[in-house]
């Protein structure tokens, strides 16, 4: 029997912040770019649980965010604090973190500065599972000071849904047998692979739940969702075969720019867009990576619509020529009829490479 958890820090860069500023305690913390009095451009990385009661998030514009905070302190609630991103210190408390789960589980995936998955197979119960990570979550927060969300399953998927399920400070428990009866009655969104473009497009159906979406076929889900579908069929089952990936390597390196205002000036746009070239390529070989076989292309227009193009050569390639060629070629549609046929200007463009070798 595999027993697989998967443990996300709760609200992590705030939550970190609130603990190193004791002064910052209960109060509302957003990490993230420099809100400039409202007119910055950046979005939010983590908001903390006090910031979220304003309706604040990740991902969200930072000047959002801004006009959020501004509303709630007129309504007479507490001030949010803005802090910028101290990603090494983050990285720090990470790698503590890290050490802890590897303490108690012979097979970890970190998947991400803040999430791991780790296998308790050996443990051989839910029962006994659920005790290790009860001692894990004790353990961080003697500790770190901080709270993690742990979710206990037979496969990854179901893991990953669990430890969002109960949050902050939760433990949720799904055994083989009430994993299909957990995932029914959760929203379609939840199931990894389904971003909102789906989930609106479903919406319009009426299709809301995972019980909804099951009543599909797998032949029908293969008709509308092409390949995925038979893989989206055995998800929605709670059904997930995928290992363990132990060696973590970064499989990507990518840099993103907000412009300072929007733009539909090509020489900025270039230049921006062969410096960021510049920028990764040079962190690609930094990281110790000789060769890339993907790139990929990020444009957000003005009113935040947001398109990746992506481009996978034939064969991986060390040359900094190459990608500067490939990433101008996926961005070119993007200025013009092609992919941008009202003109709109560009707010952010992002270059990445993917499929790296050392
Ligand atoms: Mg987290």
């Not at 969200?60 to 302190?73: N, Q």
């Not at 443990?123 to 353990?139: M, V």
């Not at 909804?212 to 995925?228: A, M, N, P, T, V």
Request: some cysteine; charged content about 30%.
């Amino acid at each position: 029997m595999r027993i697989i958890a998967h443990l996300d820090m709760d609200a992590f860069f705030a939550a970190v912040e609130e603990r190193d500023h004791p002064g910052l305690k209960g109060l509302p913390i957003v990490v993230g770019a420099d809100p400039a009095g409202g007119r910055g451009r950046g979005v939010v990385s983590t908001a903390n649980y006090a910031a979220r009661k304003y309706g604040i998030h990740s991902a969200l514009p930072i000047s959002t965010a801004w006009r959020l905070a501004e509303r709630a302190k007129a309504r007479g609630e507490p001030e949010t604090v803005f802090l910028g991103v101290n990603y090494r210190r983050y990285r720090e408390v990470s790698e503590r973190i890290m050490a802890l789960v590897r303490r108690r589980s012979p097979l970890v995936e970190e998947a991400g500065i803040d999430e791991v998955y780790f296998d308790l197979s050996f443990a051989s119960s839910f029962e006994k599972a659920a005790e290790i990570c009860r001692e894990l979550k004790k353990e961080i927060r003697e500790r770190e000071n901080l709270t993690a969300s742990v979710g206990l399953a037979p496969n990854k998927l179901v893991a990953k849904i669990a430890s969002d399920f109960r949050k902050p400070d939760g433990l949720t428990v799904v055994t083989p047998e009430e994993a299909e009866a957990f995932l029914e009655p959760l929203a379609v969104r939840k199931i990894p692979g389904i971003g909102p473009k789906t989930e609106n497009r479903l919406a319009k159906e009426g299709i809301r739940l995972v019980r909804d979406l099951k009543r599909f076929s797998r032949e029908e889900l293969q008709l509308r969702f092409g390949k995925w579908g038979p893989e989206l069929y055995d998800r929605l089952r709670g059904r997930h075969e995928a290992p363990l990936q132990e060696e973590y390597e970064p499989k990507s390196v990518g840099e993103q720019e907000t412009f300072g205002e929007d733009t539909g000036d090509l020489n900025l746009i270039f230049e921006t867009l062969l410096g960021m070239c510049g920028g990764v390529w040079k962190r690609m070989r930094s990281e110790g990576f000789l060769t890339f076989r993907t790139v990929v292309v990020t444009v957000r227009f003005a009113d935040f619509d947001t398109h990746s193009r992506s481009h996978t050569l034939a064969a991986a390639t060390g040359s900094f020529d190459r990608l500067r060629f490939t990433a101008m070629k996926l961005l070119m549609p993007f200025l013009d009829r092609r992919e941008n046929p009202r003109r709109k200007l560009l707010r952010l463009i992002g270059v990445r490479v993917e499929k790296l070798e050392k």
